[in-house]
């Protein structure tokens, strides 16, 4: 069996290894799963392996294995391929059988020829999926995996060099700087690198194609091998930079839409993926599966833009933040924390009270808000969920670009966050849900196609007056439902369908949010510089202490939580209690106090409601009314 080295810089050898030991019987599809996952949970290869999302494809190695993390932003149909095909060779007549799994690729040595129509061959189906970079993760998020990113060496050859079949002769700059690199580096499979040498090395789509004309087929061709610009990403935030993969999963492996992934793979940017292409002597292939043209130019978009990645390992993650353990409680990363988070919790309160201008009830508001998210569903009721509006954003704040102050010291704490300026414009023009585009078969992104756990923050203070049109009706709708029930409808066209969020969502207004949120805190500032205190507030922020604030914040949020009998009891006398009073707390008032119980006690280290914290929390409850009623006067 290879070693780690070269399995991980050729593992289809290691695939071809497995399958001469075991022959053609299914065994050895079994074989070389068991292969990988041993091999993928050594956390010494894991570390070796570089991140797709780091990484510039052209400092890659064709059919390496990388790592990627991403959001399933689209699920495809199933993608049919030869698992098992027979190869002939033309100079002795023989025949012999060919693993075709984790390939795009059906390849053959000089002189041999794919029997296509042979009884032997298999065919076998996997799942794509559209993976996009995480949408709006933070830049210290990137630098840290980044820096954890292995150093990796050049592109090694690859059969692109010399093959006569190639669909997109000038694809992009990436492929030019791989195919520069090629000569200078030596190939990890000696028998591939003796047919390009011969220069007669034949290659076909392992998922056959269409009959198409060869004019359109070049049309199309030239239609996609233009810039980044040219071709739609479908990346949910306009602006978002990064790479996006195709993802390939087999043996029942299968994701959700919006599911944040880590993938272990194998890297698959050969150009002749780019819509197919002509073989060796010119031919289209075929396709089993019928495709459009335009779903043509969706599904297969350049490798260089858009590589695959033929999964051997992927888990869906609760969480993106690098400083942690996948798992943490596994890892005991909680355990390892709660003896000191109620000292972070202080140190994070004396920031947020900074920030917001010496205002302490907003700033214990806002951890509350920033350790929320939707733990249970209760029919359309989601559970968890803590919007906050931030209001009392006065002009004064506003002309020393007190909303951009804000949300960047909250991208520097959190992993995932995005900053949406509220205008007519924005609101007229911007797409925020989700549609089926059913000519080119794809999921068309919105801006509330979000993972979980980003933070959307909504700067209120930017509306101006003017009439938002029907869009823009029907985007304040769809903001409504992420704040209120944390869904959103996916226009399907011919139905909607209703996606689960949990996205916190903080609006920054001057008076009260044209949508109510879960807590509305009045902004009481203690003084009005905001240059100064964002200045102490950068003094203070030492890398250490970010990066115990940035554990915390994740950890808070993941932790367990219950409500004993005894506080049960407790807080149900106090509601009989209060409702003898003339201003007695209403029903929904309890919800939310409950509701804010378990934010400040989970913030505090806390897995389940103490006396001292619930006293704690009603007067932070009556103060944060209190508040509200004289501002309202």
Request: proline share 4%; hydrophobic share 35%; glycine share 6%.
């Amino acid at each position: 069996m290879p070693g780690v080295d070269d399995w991980t810089l050729a593992p289809l050898r290691a695939v071809d290894k497995i399958f001469e030991e075991c022959g053609p019987s299914g065994e050895w599809r079994q074989k070389a799963r068991e292969f990988f996952k041993k091999e993928i949970g050594q956390k010494t290869v894991l570390s070796k392996l570089p991140w797709v999302n780091e990484t510039p494809l052209h400092d890659l190695r064709p059919n390496q294995v990388v790592r990627f993390r991403g959001m399933v932003q689209d699920m495809f149909d199933n993608e049919f391929f030869l698992d098992l095909y027979e190869v002939r060779d033309s100079n002795t007549g023989t025949f012999r059988l060919q693993s075709g799994r984790y390939k795009d690729i059906a390849e053959c040595g000089a002189g041999e020829n794919i029997v296509t129509d042979s009884p032997r061959c298999e065919t076998g189906d996997r799942l794509t999926y559209y993976c996009v970079p995480v949408p709006g993760e933070n830049e210290w998020v990137k630098k840290i995996y980044q820096d954890m990113n292995p150093c990796t060496l050049g592109a090694s050859s690859s059969n692109s060099v010399s093959r006569k079949k190639r669909s997109v002769t000038e694809e992009s700059d990436h492929y030019t700087s791989l195919n520069q690199c090629a000569d200078q580096t030596e190939d990890t499979d000696s028998m591939k690198m003796e047919a390009v040498e011969q220069g007669e090395n034949k290659r076909t789509r392992t998922e056959g194609r269409n009959e198409v004309t060869q004019d359109l087929q070049r049309s199309s061709s030239e239609e996609t091998s233009g810039s980044r610009e040219a071709i739609d990403l479908n990346f949910p935030i306009p602006g978002m930079k990064g790479t996006p993969c195709l993802v390939k999963t087999y043996d029942d492996v299968n994701f959700s839409l919006n599911d944040i992934v880590e993938v272990v793979g194998i890297l698959s940017i050969d150009p002749a993926m780019a819509l197919g292409g002509p073989d060796h002597d010119g031919n289209i292939e075929m396709n089993t599966a019928a495709m459009d043209m335009e779903e043509e130019v969706a599904h297969c978009p350049p490798p260089s833009l858009v590589p695959r990645l033929h999964v051997l390992s992927a888990q869906k993650v609760s969480h993106t933040n690098p400083l942690l353990s996948a798992d943490l409680e596994c890892s005991g990363d909680i355990a390892a924390q709660k003896g000191s988070m109620r000292e972070t919790r202080e140190l994070l309160r004396e920031l947020l009270q900074e920030a917001l201008l010496g205002d302490a009830l907003a700033a214990e508001f806002m951890i509350c808000h920033f350790v929320s998210s939707v733990y249970l569903r209760q029919d359309v009721i989601a559970l968890g969920k803590y919007s906050m509006n931030l209001s009392g954003v006065t002009k004064g704040l506003q002309e020393q670009q007190y909303t951009t102050c804000l949300y960047n010291l909250i991208s520097s704490l959190v992993t995932q966050s995005h900053l949406f300026s509220m205008t007519l414009n924005n609101m007229n023009n911007t797409v925020f849900t989700p549609k089926k585009d059913y000519k080119s078969n794809r999921l068309m992104s919105g801006l509330l196609q979000l993972s979980q756990h980003t933070h959307l923050v909504v700067d209120e203070t930017v509306l101006t007056a003017g009439q938002l049109d029907a869009k823009g009706v029907q985007n304040l709708t769809a903001l409504g439902n992420v704040i209120n029930w944390q869904k959103a409808d996916y226009d399907f066209q011919y139905h909607q369908i209703e996606q689960h969020t949990n996205i916190p969502v903080l609006i920054l207004s001057e008076g009260r949010a044209m949508i109510t949120s879960d807590v509305e805190v009045r902004l009481e500032p203690k003084h009005t510089n905001v240059s100064t205190a964002f200045t102490q507030i950068h003094s203070k922020l030492t890398p250490d202490l970010l990066q115990r604030l940035r554990s915390y914040l994740t950890t808070a949020r993941l932790m367990s939580y219950t409500l004993s009998d005894e506080m049960q009891k407790m807080v149900q006398d106090d509601f009989v209690d209060s409702r003898k009073n003339e201003n007695g707390i209403t029903a929904s008032d309890l919800h939310s106090l409950l509701v804010l119980a378990r934010l400040v006690a989970v913030s505090c280290g806390e897995t389940s409601l103490t006396p001292d914290i619930w006293r704690s929390v009603k007067i932070l409850g009556n103060e944060q009314k209190l508040r509200l009623n004289v501002s309202s006067h």
